[in-house]
């Protein structure tokens, strides 16, 4: 459906600036170029921003307006706001467009950056909706109702006599004799983009780490030249983590956008239908959920899942690093429990249960137990009765795997009135800046992990330093370290293919370790998640270490793994020596 159409007449002596506003000024080399085509009339569509126009040419040969600098021969440019039919996206646009170019399926994912087995699902989508049964029948359809697009996706190879192509002919070949006034037009290489999926509302403290360390990576990637010459740039969209139809949204405004990845923190794990839409998308997915049930999903259909990959390892280990780490803390007579027993707090969702098969093997063989798991909703918790319930199952350990800054920090202020004498450890939390804000003194001694954390060595305090500068606060130890890693793996993999085909970009991710401020990342051949040091391999050169930190004095001092961290720092908290 058009809406409101402008109308302007064109001639060759017509300059940039000389477009009225309601007409972009990027038309104006095709505008030019048409007049040199063996058309009387063109008609296609046009991206402008977040909208679609469709765009008629027809050659004049009477113009005397103003815009056509007194010369006779012309074109009539009309432009009209447009509703793309039955919902069909730019990325689908983009095949259409292909397609009637007569390119295959392997020839379009070429040109998209994507695979061959997801044209093939994108086609089969736009058959149903658009009513049609053979590609053929698609092409027609698009040549017939104006449904194809400029600038061609992926450049002008093809030699179909559709009017388009030659119209893209002649103005590349206007570009590259650098002629007249196309040769300002669009700069030759198109920026690498990568679409954020940004935590808002209960998760924003965790948004701001995420935006904040590829704002960071962005910046110096482009100070240094960006990718191959190409510069890259942030596509950001809030999303509430705990509402589908907002990342639901935030996702199509990506495809939209034709990001050539996206990355994000922990959205997939508490939407698992997003890993399916994504799949669709068919573009690299670099993501931090730690969520086990969901790298297998991926590790079982690699044709579809194939460019989701976990740049961590997942919540499996959370468990069994506690245990290790209270039996080193009682081998060096650091801690001495007044039981053996750990109380898990588990949230209700379903990426945070921790307390699993290999983590109860692991506690009976170093001889402690689980009393309980308590479960707790995301938000809205009753901290006191819930810490009064932990205190009466007298444990020597407290577990929390809840992920909400501001909720660990309630926890925690109770707990240190309980007068229980338990190590409290948390699973990711703490590592938001906003966690120490809110708790304040509460917070020293409190002990708590990750399976991507910062390292404190020369690469991590020179990321710490430079994030310090750039944003006037430091960063947390986990996700705004992550963020910047996941940037600089997406720029490593297309600096080294040279090409923005999936299948390349991730073949090149997991082949090669990279090593970033928070570890290094090697997935293997067929991986789709990090190897964690210790726990799934001896070489820290090829594994991100499982960090275990403590709070102490304001900030985090790293106790283990070793060589990243020293369990000798330990501090026995503060409650457990006034409890003792």
Request: hydrophobic share 40%; aromatic share 8%; proline share 4%.
């Amino acid at each position: 459906m058009s809406r409101t159409s402008v109308e302007v007449t064109v001639g060759r002596r017509t300059r940039d600036g000389d477009l009225p506003a309601a007409v972009p000024q990027a038309l104006l080399p095709y505008a030019l170029g048409f007049l040199d085509t063996s058309r009387d009339s063109m008609r296609f569509l046009w991206r402008d921003g977040q909208r679609w126009l469709a765009v008629q040419l027809v050659r004049t040969r009477s113009g005397t307006g103003a815009a056509t600098g007194g010369r006779a021969e012309a074109v009539a440019v009309r432009v009209a706001e447009v509703d793309m039919p039955r919902g069909v996206t730019v990325r689908e646009v983009d095949i259409l467009t292909l397609l009637a170019l007569g390119l295959t399926n392997g020839g379009i994912a070429d040109r998209l950056g994507t695979s061959a087995r997801t044209v093939s699902t994108q086609i089969e989508r736009l058959l149903s909706k658009l009513d049609q049964v053979t590609r053929g029948g698609l092409s027609a359809l698009a040549v017939d109702s104006g449904l194809l697009r400029l600038p061609i996706p992926g450049g002008v190879e093809a030699t179909t006599g559709i009017g388009i192509v030659e119209l893209e002919s002649v103005v590349t070949t206007s570009r590259r004799s650098a002629l007249g006034p196309l040769s300002p037009a669009y700069p030759r290489k198109r920026p690498l983009l990568i679409g954020l999926l940004v935590p808002t509302g209960v998760a924003a403290s965790d948004g701001r780490e995420l935006h904040n360390g590829s704002t960071l990576a962005v910046e110096q990637l482009n100070a240094t030249g960006g990718v191959g010459g190409r510069a890259v740039e942030l596509v950001p969209v809030e999303v509430d983590l705990f509402g589908w139809d907002s990342i639901a949204r935030g996702l199509d405004r990506l495809v939209e956008a034709d990001v050539d990845a996206i990355i994000t923190s922990y959205a997939s794990a508490e939407n698992v239908a997003l890993i399916d839409r994504v799949a669709d998308f068919g573009k690299p997915f670099l993501h931090t959920a730690t969520f086990a049930e969901q790298v297998s999903l991926a590790e079982s259909d690699p044709l579809r899942y194939g460019a989701i990959l976990q740049t961590c390892a997942s919540e499996t280990y959370y468990g069994i690093g506690l245990v290790d780490l209270l039996s080193g803390l009682e081998s060096q007579g650091l801690f001495r429990p007044g039981s053996h027993r750990i109380v898990g707090i588990e949230t209700e969702s379903s990426s945070t249960h921790v307390t699993n098969e290999a983590f109860l093997a692991r506690t009976e063989a170093a001889g402690w137990s689980l009393a309980d798991v308590v479960r707790v909703p995301v938000t809205g918790t009753d901290w006191t009765a819930t810490v009064a319930q932990v205190a009466r199952l007298d444990p020597g350990a407290v577990m929390i795997t809840h992920f909400l800054d501001h909720e660990i920090a309630a926890f925690q202020r109770a707990f240190v009135q309980c007068g229980s004498a338990a190590l409290v450890y948390c699973v990711y939390g703490a590592s938001i800046p906003g966690f120490l804000d809110t708790a304040g003194e509460a917070a020293d001694g409190v002990i708590w992990s990750t399976t991507t954390g910062t390292y404190d060595d020369e690469l991590g305090r020179r990321f710490r330093t430079q994030y310090e500068a750039r944003f006037g606060a430091a960063p947390g130890w986990s996700q705004a370290g992550a963020a910047y890693d996941q940037v600089n793996l997406l720029a490593a993999a297309w600096s080294a293919v040279r090409t923005r085909r999936t299948d390349s970009v991730v073949a090149h991710i997991r082949r090669w370790p990279h090593r970033g401020v928070n570890g290094v990342y090697y997935f293997g051949e067929h991986g789709h998640a990090t190897l964690s040091y210790p726990h799934m391999t001896s070489d820290a050169s090829l594994g991100q270490a499982h960090m275990v930190y403590q709070i102490q004095d304001g900030g985090s001092c790293p106790l283990a793994p070793a060589p990243f961290g020293d369990i000798a720092s330990f501090r026995l908290p503060p409650w457990c020596r006034r409890a003792t």
